[in-house]
């Protein structure tokens, strides 16, 4: 691991070094081309219009072009050569004077009133051309202007050589200091291979102690973020448990008391000289009791089966789902003198219809209970923050906060005697917690004591 860490670090640090000097020597190479190009114009903008004006004042005095050009041409030529500075003087795209190429050669030209800067090679020699009109000629004739620009060129190719010094000796630099520093660096391994192994053992609670930031100390916290993590599932697995033991514990209670009244009318019924009309008063009894323990194991088997299912996820219609709903709920509405609203402002979920049939009728069920003779509960769907959400409210008892969270618990009731009176089992909210999960959907309860409650399915797939 050493080695490769090495020399990937070297790599890496050789590319961005080497990628900045290369930036360094091109940003270098730009600025001093474009300073060439800023004093090449300058000097030709400077001896054209001087040119110009000297050419005009000379035709001013009667004198042809063909008479002025190369005697004033000469003068200029001679004054700039002496700064290293040649001139070309041009008619109608050939070279008319020089003191630099070959006449007649025939040359590019320009639009009027545009100048050209470009670069020529001669020989070993790089030199700047600029080419522009002479002021005052119709554009017939015009100026080139050559300056010599091998020294620059020359200097930068120094730069160059200094810069790709500066970088061999600072990778030779940071490979020797690398190389230090990996080695203490490494030192540790001993003691964390140590401590993983007293982890593999099973001993979680220990844990890798290492300062700095590299590698190893990256492993060591990993290596605690896993015995964290096989420490919190062994804690999950001991809530699970204990959740098993609790529902347990919890149908035991609730299959005891039916199953007392079943058996103490049972006896009482075998053993008390009693009429008819207490016999059916006690059957009836244990007929309601019956039922109840009925409840709790069909509630229980739909359960068990949620666990272990799988749904497609076809298109589901919300109108379609509301009106099966609706029509399964009516008698139960209209004997409770409920009145149902729907809003609904999505077309479809994705889903099972069955299931989510049955958490419909489980939340409007809960509804109904805890509605009164008059009130409303309302269907709606909408979207919150770019997500379909599935709502069902009531103006009912409502829920107080600190049984909110308890709610979807098997055999959770928050008034046990009034879920009694309905046939309640305390297993309807579980189930729905179900559906919800199969769907990738969130179940939410909002809800306060008077002021009833809200039931949220939002879909988050």
């Not at 640090?13 to 930036?23: D, R």
């Not at 590698?215 to 919190?232: K, P, R, V």
């Not at 309601?288 to 799988?310: F, G």
Request: with cysteine; proline share 2%; glycine share 6%.
């Amino acid at each position: 691991m050493k080695f490769r860490t090495f020399i990937t670090t070297l790599i890496l640090f050789l590319i961005i070094l080497f990628g900045s000097l290369f930036f360094i020597s091109y940003s270098m190479f730009r600025t001093d081309m474009n300073n060439i190009k800023e004093r090449g114009l300058s000097e030709h903008y400077f001896i054209n219009s001087a040119y110009g004006k000297d050419l005009k004042a000379i035709i001013d005095r009667g004198n042809t072009y063909e008479d002025s050009i190369e005697p004033l041409y000469e003068i200029y030529a001679d004054f700039y050569k002496r700064q290293g500075v040649s001139l070309e003087v041009i008619y109608q795209g050939r070279v008319l004077l020089t003191n630099f190429g070959d006449k007649e050669m025939q040359v590019e030209t320009t639009n009027p009133g545009i100048r050209k800067v470009s670069f020529l090679q001669k020989g070993d020699a790089t030199y700047i051309r600029v080419m522009g009109d002479i002021p005052g000629t119709d554009n017939q004739y015009g100026l080139i202007y050559l300056h010599d620009i091998t020294g620059n060129l020359k200097a930068w190719e120094q730069r160059q050589r200094i810069l790709l010094l500066i970088g061999v000796i600072s990778s030779t630099v940071l490979a020797i200091s690398l190389q230090i520093l990996l080695n203490r660096i490494f030192q540790p391994l001993l003691m964390v291979a140590s401590a993983t192994q007293k982890i593999a053992a099973g001993h979680y609670e220990d844990r890798i102690r290492l300062k700095g930031r590299n590698e190893l100390t990256e492993m060591a916290e990993n290596f605690n973020h896993m015995a964290e993590e096989i420490q919190l599932r062994i804690t999950q697995l001991a809530e699970a448990s204990k959740q098993k033991q609790q529902f347990v514990d919890n149908f035991a209670h609730e299959i005891r008391t039916p199953l007392t009244s079943v058996f103490g009318f049972a006896e009482y019924i075998q053993k008390s000289p009693i009429d008819n009309e207490e016999k059916i008063k006690a059957a009836g009894i244990i007929m309601t009791e019956s039922k109840h323990m009925l409840n709790i194991s069909n509630r229980l088997l739909e359960m068990a089966v949620l666990r272990n299912i799988e749904i497609s996820g076809e298109r589901i219609e919300v109108e379609q789902l509301f009106d099966n709903t609706r029509n399964y709920m009516s008698d139960k509405l209209k004997v409770a003198d409920i009145t149902l609203t729907l809003s609904n402002n999505i077309d479809y979920f994705y889903g099972d219809m069955d299931l989510l049939e049955s958490l419909l009728i489980n939340l409007t069920d809960n509804a109904i209970k805890a509605s009164s003779p008059g009130d409303s509960i309302t269907w709606e769907t909408r979207m919150e923050a770019g997500k379909k959400v599935l709502l069902v409210k009531d103006k009912g008892t409502g829920i107080p906060p600190e049984a909110v969270g308890k709610l979807t618990e098997p055999f959770y009731r928050v008034d046990k005697s009034r879920s009694r009176e309905y046939g309640g089992v305390g297993l309807g909210l579980s189930i729905c917690g179900f559906i919800a999960e199969l769907h990738n959907a969130e179940l939410i309860f909002d809800s306060n004591p008077q002021e009833g409650t809200t039931v949220k399915l939002i879909f988050t797939g």
